[in-house]
């Protein structure tokens, strides 16, 4: 057990719940956040935090096991570079994931709720589940985090006060349109798992929460260990002593990170994370000697995004994914299942195949049905965001697209989309983007409708980046890092997105960083306190 201080760096969730569990094994932390605010990239998610074999599910009757979900990881990181998936590190997230949430909730964190009609991304992949696997927060009221409420970081891209159940009701570009306020503060989906974590660490005197101190040096010894940090302060340089975890996310808003990891350059790259995700984590490692792991940008989780009026600058939406819609790239084809991230960054990124610039296009009815952004359905879009025009041809002639290509692709599109089918990609075939993201009253296919009807509108899409790079710090499945030669830096860990996803590999499902944020989080501030957690066996189940 360490007898000095634990420096957590970054006040994101894998950061809170690491200050949360040392502090619980009875050592002093300083947590210390580059931002004036709290909460980092997973305040800005949809929450969701993905564990097989999880003790909620289990309370409601759903049946599931290590050995299937461990089956699940296998094979969707067999699709892309098997190589990449680290069994060691794979099989202690797993087999700790279930303890780890069951912990959480036990010392008071967060109440979990099983996010309904929700299931696995790749649901055709061998060991997928149904509903099950993705938690998030039950209901926390924003007035429990007093003065703090104010510095916790609010999603834009999804307000608060609107729930899962309503999500899977409406669909998701429906339900945001009737969030009503009506003077209450219910916090969901990613803030609101964050303020779980926060309001538990603010009643802990053991933490000392430092916003507006960025961390710009590690501190090491003769032998190389890291022994503490020296952080930049309103006040002047601020050091503390003690071993060092690395919770902050991934590397967004840097652009030579953005261009060294993902190979994109600005014109086609934007976030949908705070800005302050500059990838300190990676540079913070690198002054240490750690290695660097690399997964492809195809595997990478990002979206189809755009410009957009709010604190990052950019967002994303279900619009894209919504009936009378269709994504092409130049020449006016479509190239990939434009609903299904997974397959569009796959396609789009394909190294030898690329798909840059790429264009969203849509028609009235899609406009008239759903709006688009902040703009209700049938409103006037904002000047300047999107261009339109009376025929598919001046669409494409504005936008730098062929022009008659375009119009046979849409032509061919409508033609098997009015018969809810697409042939060519698949779109409206992988259930996850049917209940998240369609829209559950057009039949007969929720994510599939013509685009026929004048006039039409469009816009050059942009890549957006979530805060989860993939590419990142080597670690090992305790989360220690690792140098160039496999071996650990002692006094350093990282626990956060900053880390790369060996875990999984290149395969990548919703829920899998926050997931094993919280579990790396709750391995290491227990080797900290002196009670490291032993390695269950994979044959286990809910017994935990």
Same mark, same amino acid.
């Given at each position: ?236 340089? %601020? ?88 994504? %092409? ?143 990142? %710090? ?71």
């Amino acid at each position: 057990m360490y007898e000095h201080r634990v420096i957590v760096v970054g006040a994101g969730l894998s950061g809170l719940a690491t200050a949360l569990g040392a502090a619980l094994q009875g050592l002093d932390v300083t947590v210390f956040e580059a931002a004036d605010m709290v909460g980092g990239a997973a305040a800005y998610s949809g929450g969701q935090v993905w564990v097989g074999a999880n003790h909620v599910a289990a309370r409601e009757g759903i049946d599931d096991d290590l050995e299937r979900a461990e089956r699940y990881v296998r094979s969707i990181a067999a699709v892309g570079e098997p190589e990449l998936l680290d069994e060691e590190a794979m099989l202690r997230w797993l087999t700790t994931a279930p303890a780890a949430a069951k912990y959480w909730e036990d010392v008071g964190a967060i109440r979990w709720a099983v996010i309904p009609g929700l299931v696995d991304y790749h649901s055709h992949a061998d060991g997928a589940l149904g509903v099950g696997r993705y938690l998030t927060n039950q209901l926390i009221d924003g007035s429990t985090l007093g003065e703090w409420r104010e510095r916790l970081r609010v999603s834009p891209h999804f307000p608060v006060g609107v729930t899962y159940d309503e999500v899977v009701a409406k669909g998701r570009r429906q339900a945001l349109l009737d969030l009503a306020d009506n003077g209450a503060d219910p916090l969901t989906f990613g803030t609101g798992v964050v303020a779980s974590f926060l309001a538990r660490v603010l009643d802990e005197e053991r933490v000392e929460l430092l916003t507006d101190h960025p961390v710009t040096r590690l501190l090491r010894d003769d032998e190389g260990a890291v022994t503490g940090v020296i952080a930049d302060g309103p006040a002047g340089p %601020v050091e503390r002593r003690g071993p060092v975890v690395l919770a902050t996310s991934s590397f967004d808003w840097d652009p030579a990170l953005v261009a060294e990891f993902l190979g994109i350059g600005p014109e086609d790259f934007g976030s949908i994370a705070p800005r302050s995700l500059r990838g300190d984590g990676v540079k913070l490692a690198r002054q240490a000697g750690a290695d660097i792991a690399r997964i492809p940008a195809t595997r990478v989780p990002m979206l189809p995004g755009w410009e957009a009026d709010n604190e990052p600058g950019f967002t994303y939406g279900p619009e894209y994914a919504l009936p009378h819609s269709m994504i %092409v790239d130049r020449t006016g084809k479509r190239f990939c299942d434009d609903s299904y991230y997974v397959d569009m960054m796959a396609r789009l990124l394909n190294p030898t195949d690329r798909h840059l610039p790429c264009f969203l296009v849509w028609d009235e009815e899609h406009h008239r049905d759903y709006g688009f952004g902040g703009t209700p359905p049938g409103a006037p879009y904002p000047p300047g965001m999107i261009t339109s025009a009376a025929t598919l041809r001046e669409l494409g002639e504005q936008l730098g697209i062929d022009g008659d290509q375009l119009e046979a692709t849409a032509a061919e599109f409508s033609e098997h989309a009015d018969r809810g089918e697409d042939p060519a990609f698949g779109r409206g075939s992988v259930p996850f983007v049917r209940s998240y993201a369609g829209d559950p009253n057009h039949a007969p296919n929720p994510l599939l409708g013509a685009v026929r009807e004048a006039p039409f509108h469009g816009m050059r899409l942009r890549i957006v980046g979530t805060g989860i790079g993939s590419s990142g %710090v080597h670690i090992d499945g305790d989360g220690h890092v690792l140098d160039e030669a496999g071996e650990t830096i002692p006094g350093l860990y990282a626990v956060g997105a900053c880390a790369a996803l060996t875990s999984s590999g290149s395969g990548y499902n919703s829920g899998f960083s926050l997931g094993r944020g919280i579990t790396l989080a709750y391995l290491v501030s227990h080797e900290l306190g002196g009670q490291p957690v032993p390695s269950p066996s994979l044959a286990g189940t809910h017994e935990l």
